[in-house]
C-alpha cells in the first residue's frame, strides 16, 4: 500500500513562490508516474504536472508551464514541486498522487492515478 504526505503549503502574495514536498512510502519501484493535482474551492480536482521517476521525464499543464518545476530525489523518496510567480488563481489545495500505470501517459490524467495524499493548502492573495 502506497501512503504520500504532502508539505510546504502556505500564504503567499501573488509574485511569491513555495515548494511543496510530497513523501512516498510502501513503494520502492522506480517504473512509476507520480503527480500534482490541485482543487479549488467549488471547482474541479486539475492536473499541474507529473514526473516518471525512474526517467525524470516531465509534463505540466498549460497554466502553470514557464512558473511550477517538478522533480524528485529518488533517494528520499519525494518528489516536489517549485511554485513560483505565484498568481491569486493557484489558490487551492494540492495533492500528490501515484499513477496506477508504469509510465506517465502525457496528461497529468486524474483517472491514471490510484493513490492520493491528503493535500496541503496553498494561498496566494492579491
Known amino acids: 500500500q502506497v501512503q504520500l504526505v504532502e508539505s510546504g503549503g502556505g500564504s503567499v502574495q501573488a509574485g511569491g513562490s513555495l515548494r511543496l514536498s510530497c513523501v512516498a512510502s510502501?513503494?520502492?519501484?522506480?517504473?512509476?508516474?507520480m503527480g500534482w493535482f490541485r482543487q479549488a474551492p467549488g471547482k474541479q480536482r486539475e492536473g499541474v504536472a507529473n514526473?516518471?521517476?525512474?526517467?525524470?521525464?516531465?509534463a505540466y499543464t498549460d497554466s502553470v508551464k514557464g512558473r511550477f518545476t517538478i522533480s524528485q530525489d529518488n533517494a528520499k523518496n519525494t518528489i516536489y514541486l517549485q511554485m513560483d510567480s505565484l498568481k491569486p488563481e493557484d489558490t487551492a489545495m494540492y495533492y500528490c498522487?501515484?499513477?496506477?500505470?508504469?509510465?506517465?501517459?502525457?496528461?497529468?490524467?486524474?483517472?491514471?492515478?490510484?493513490?492520493w495524499g491528503q493535500g496541503t493548502q496553498v494561498t496566494v492573495s492579491s
Open positions: 498522487a501515484v499513477s496506477w500505470l508504469s509510465y506517465c501517459s502525457g496528461g497529468p490524467h486524474q483517472l491514471d492515478f490510484g493513490y
Open positions: 510502501g513503494s520502492t519501484s522506480l517504473n512509476k508516474c
Open positions: 514526473i516518471h521517476v525512474g526517467d525524470g521525464i516531465t
